[in-house]
């Protein structure tokens, strides 16, 4: 058994993160000593799964569906198939802004407004064609069509 102090000093998250996830049903204490909540050393896993499901974008009520309420967590690998894709789409669009930064940041164009590859990109970020589209590169030219 461990107080809520040493849960919160081995997972690396405040005592009112663990009060919120219990209150939401992520984790459950086992008891008491005096005002201190207790919890099982297996509320350690828990709370891992839980910062992993945080940073790959879950929701909080996405990694509750997952670990369920039996103690044994049930992955959707349709949600985690649908998550990496996700995902993928994130880091198109972050590949395309970090190269765009880094275009504007040598470009010999007097404005970064006189520069083609910038102004191509300024309008996909405005049209939101960056977040959406993750399999292009914005600031790759693409052939002109002979049609």
Same mark, same amino acid.
């Given at each position: 058994?461990?107080?809520?102090?040493?849960?919160?000093?081995?997972?690396?998250?405040?005592?009112?993160?663990?009060?919120?996830?219990?209150?939401?049903?992520?984790?459950?204490?086992?008891?008491?000593?005096?005002?201190?909540?207790?919890?099982?050393?297996?509320?350690?896993?828990?709370?891992? @799964?839980?910062? *992993?499901?945080? !940073?790959?974008?879950? +929701?909080? #009520?996405?990694?509750?569906?997952? =670990?369920?309420?039996?103690?044994?967590?049930?992955?959707?690998?349709?949600?985690?198939?649908?998550?990496?894709?996700?995902?993928?789409?994130?880091?198109?669009?972050?590949?395309?802004?970090?190269?765009?930064?880094?275009?504007?940041?040598?470009?010999?164009?007097?404005?970064?407004?006189?520069?083609?590859?910038?102004?191509? @990109?300024?309008? *996909?970020?405005? !049209?939101?064609?960056? +977040?959406? #589209?993750?399999?292009?590169?914005? =600031?790759?030219?693409?052939?002109?069509?002979?049609?």
């Amino acid at each position: 058994m461990m107080d809520i102090a040493e849960v919160a000093k081995r997972a690396g998250v405040p005592a009112s993160t663990l009060r919120f996830y219990e209150e939401k049903g992520l984790i459950s204490s086992v008891g008491r000593h005096g005002l201190r909540r207790l919890f099982n050393s297996s509320v350690l896993e828990r709370l891992a @799964l839980i910062a *992993l499901g945080r !940073a790959a974008g879950f +929701s909080l #009520d996405e990694i509750a569906r997952m =670990l369920g309420t039996k103690g044994n967590p049930d992955i959707n690998r349709e949600l985690l198939v649908s998550k990496a894709d996700e995902l993928d789409k994130t880091i198109g669009k972050l590949t395309a802004m970090r190269d765009g930064l880094r275009h504007a940041a040598v470009c010999s164009a007097p404005s970064h407004m006189e520069c083609p590859k910038f102004r191509r @990109l300024l309008g *996909l970020a405005a !049209a939101g064609a960056i +977040s959406s #589209d993750s399999k292009r590169n914005p =600031l790759r030219k693409r052939p002109k069509s002979t049609s």
